[in-house]
């Protein structure tokens, strides 16, 4: 039996700490205890991974229990599957899922099963994949040893993704997502019998069974990928996009937007983030493109039944609904405050698909130049002070404001000391929202 104590005790301090203490715990309470799935696959990789997931044959909410009084941190529990969840803060964040060994039994295709509780090779047995069915023991006195009832460690060897019977893509339709994202991350292949049962999954229609908030979150997992693209070309080769809609065609315009994408977001992660409030969702920029052919009314309705967030969709919708608008206002000779009057309002994930989406250099430059510049710059009175001259806050307030931001986008001012002479000379008397203003202003 392979013993990978050593591979263990390379892990990072905090996690090796964390499961030396799980091992301590699961002495003192008398059970056998694991670590399990990604977590063993990764370690035989040399693959970083701070998932941890720890199968015990005994009480997982007992030891959990133990587990964060020790560490005085808060845990979360689901009674009925006897799993908790606690995560270890430190230099690396450690998530920690705890399980008791447990049998699965799947009364209906693609459904959530039955469960029961088991022993660990009934654990592994109900996995997703061989490579993803090993155990490392990780109790005291066998602290490192191998579990693999499945030959888990020779597919790995072999790179080979392989079912652990012929069942496992109809129980769960889910796992042809996964097949294809662990074949593209690991540059595995899907040995024959595995990829005949998976494509007869698809013919027959299973993924469309699955209930779509486990599709919206596999399919979210695979455009979390580091490269999400070469799967997303898999699944379009196997015809597979159906379950996302019937009529969604991923044509190669739109691959060659999508190996596109990555390189936008590199370029915006490393020169603007810091400038911007809001981090721009890479996943989000892919899935708006890949469903970038649907019309309005598939784009809404799919959406809204994969239950993706209301901020998501919004985005989704915008960029579909605003994008041939938007780069045809940019086209034509505008000021910067009616640039920033356009994408100001628009998602920095629309924003910078749109400038991957748009030909027109004149274009081009306009985004980049509000990414750079424009979207950054403020006013220098503060609303105190604003209120000191005598504005009461308010609509006319903001617009006011407004006013101030637009002449200093175009360049009216630069200074504090002009910009509140623009304000005092310019903008006041005009304004027939500011009463205590006028009246102090007609003071001899
Ligand atoms: P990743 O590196 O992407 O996190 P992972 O293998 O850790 O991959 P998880 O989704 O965290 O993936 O799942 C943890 C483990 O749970 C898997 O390794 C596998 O053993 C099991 N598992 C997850 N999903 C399924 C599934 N749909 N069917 C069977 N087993 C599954």
């Known amino acids: 039996m392979e013993n990978l104590a050593d591979k263990l005790n390379r892990e990072p301090p905090e996690v090796l700490r964390s499961i030396k203490l799980i091992s301590g715990i699961a002495e003192e309470l008398g059970y056998p205890v694991y670590a399990v799935g990604g977590f063993v696959r990764d370690i035989i990789l040399g693959v970083e991974d701070f998932d941890l997931d720890v199968v015990v ?11 964060s009084r020790r560490l005085k941190v808060g845990w979360t529990a689901h009674i009925r599957f006897k799993t908790a969840t606690i ?3 430190g230099e690396v964040r450690i998530k920690l899922d705890v399980a008791t060994a447990r049998r699965e039994i799947y009364d209906l295709p693609a459904a959530l099963p039955k469960v029961n509780f088991g022993s660990i090779k009934d654990d592994l047995k109900r996995r997703d994949f061989t490579i993803n069915a090993m155990a490392l023991d990780i109790s005291r006195d066998s602290f490192g040893e191998l579990v693999d009832f499945f030959d888990g460690r020779k597919d790995l ?58 599709l919206r979150d596999e399919l979210i997992l695979i455009l979390k990928e580091p ?11 196997l015809r597979g996009f159906k379950f996302i809609h019937p009529s969604l065609a991923v044509d190669e315009k739109t691959f060659a937007l999508l190996k596109r994408v990555d390189e936008l977001y590199q370029w915006f992660a490393g020169n603007f983030v810091h400038k911007h ?9 892919y899935l708006i493109v890949l469903l970038e052919n649907l019309s309005m009314v598939k784009l809404k309705r799919t959406l809204q039944s994969f239950a993706f967030h209301k901020k998501d969709i919004q985005k989704v ?3 579909k ?41 004149r274009v081009k430059r306009k985004i980049q ?38 002449a200093k986008l175009d360049g009216k001012f630069s200074t504090r000391e002009e910009e509140l002479l623009y304000l005092k000379n310019e903008i006041l008397p005009d304004s027939a929202a500011i009463p205590a203003f006028r009246q102090e202003s007609k003071k001899p």
């Open 57 to 67: 044959e005994g009480d997982g909410i007992n030891l959990t229990r133990e587990l």
């Open 87 to 89: 995560h270890i803060p």
């Open 157 to 214: 060897r072999d790179k080979v993704l392989r079912v652990m019977h012929d069942l496992s893509f109809i129980d769960d339709p889910t796992r042809i997502l996964r097949a294809v994202r662990f074949e593209q991350r690991f540059d595995f292949y899907i040995e024959p019998r595995t990829l005949k049962l998976l494509k007869e999954s698809l013919s027959k229609g299973m993924l469309e069974k699955v209930h779509n908030h486990r």
């Open 227 to 237: 490269d999400p693209v070469k799967s997303l070309r898999r699944i379009n080769k």
């Open 277 to 285: 409030k809001h981090k721009v969702e890479r996943w989000l920029l």
């Open 317 to 319: 919708i915008s960029f």
């Open 321 to 361: 609904k605003d994008t041939a608008k938007v780069v045809s206002k940019l086209k034509k000779e505008i000021s910067i405050s009616g640039i920033h009057k356009i994408l100001f309002p628009l998602s920095y994930e629309v924003v910078l698909l749109m400038l991957l989406k748009s030909g027109d250099g």
């Open 369 to 406: 130049n509000f990414l750079r510049v424009y979207s950054g710059i403020q006013i220098h009175l503060r609303g105190d002070e604003l209120k000191e001259l005598g504005l009461r806050p308010g609509p006319d307030f903001k617009l006011i404001l407004k006013e101030l931001l637009d």
